[in-house]
């Protein structure tokens, strides 16, 4: 049987906790970061707290519904979502892994969920490599105008809401970072584990997260730099002004005098 996993980044995040206390389906599987549920023969659904939405077997028009269902547990809903497709074929002769595929053997729900949590993961990558191509974009927009002229055109407020903006996506990265490790489901059971093992592969996990770490760090080392050369012009700036007012002191001082001798 061919089914369909789709898989929706719809927010920064997702209360879970709320979520769960209010939706009212089979949950299968929960923790403090994800909720998985049957809400069908056949048909599941995978909620995580960074913002992803899964389904498995869902046609357009309930997915719709369910997104609709949870916005109001979302912070900073998207306007448009970012979305990923895969295919699984179960009941297969063998476990084989295509580009945007996959052949299981039978249908476990096990093997399922891992799949889900796969394709979600991707997703997620997606919408932190976007994030981290819009901060290297407005870096190197600052260090072509550094290499112009000379000096930086941002101001030290804008730079503060720069180095926000990069240590806020870092910081949802690293409270994410669980997403990359093996699920605990995998440790015991070899075909779970290859299963797992290949969909990294396919899907590029590592290298794909490699690269946005990579990113970030280039955009730290240059907001450091215009950091310290903005502390310099500020310093640079405030000994003019110590200079230009032990002036006036020393002019107020002398030229009173000097006009009394006149």
Known sequence: MLVQVLSYQ???????????????????????????YITSEGEYIYVFKYGVVCFLNYDPIRISEFLRLISPYCKNKFDQSLEEEFKILTNSARNKIGFNSIEIIGSEIEVLRLIMLNVSQSV????????????????????????????????GRNLKKYIGKT?????????????????????????????????????D??????????????????????????????????????????????????????????
């Open 10 to 36: 719809i927010a920064d995040s997702i209360d879970i906790k709320l979520f769960k206390s209010d939706f009212k389906a089979e949950l299968y599987y929960s923790d403090a970061d994800e909720l998985f």
């Open 124 to 155: 997620a990558l997606d919408y932190y490599l976007e994030q981290t191509t819009r901060l290297m974009e407005e870096t190197n927009y600052h260090t072509q105008i550094l290499e112009a002229k000379g000096s930086l055109n941002i101001s």
């Open 205 to 262: 996990l590592n290298e794909r997260f490699r690269n946005i770490q990579e990113g970030l760090n280039i955009i730290k080392d240059n907001y450091e730099l215009f950091r310290d050369l903005l502390q310099y012009r500020t310093s640079f700036r405030l000994e003019w002004v110590i200079i230009i007012l032990i002036l006036v002191e020393v002019l107020n001082i002398f030229i009173p005098k000097i006009f009394s001798h006149v």
């Open 167 to 203: 240590l806020l996506l870092k910081n949802r990265i690293a409270e994410n970072m669980y997403i990359f490790d093996a699920p605990p489901e995998t440790w015991e059971d070899e075909n779970l584990n290859r299963i797992h093992t290949d969909l990294k592969r396919t899907f």
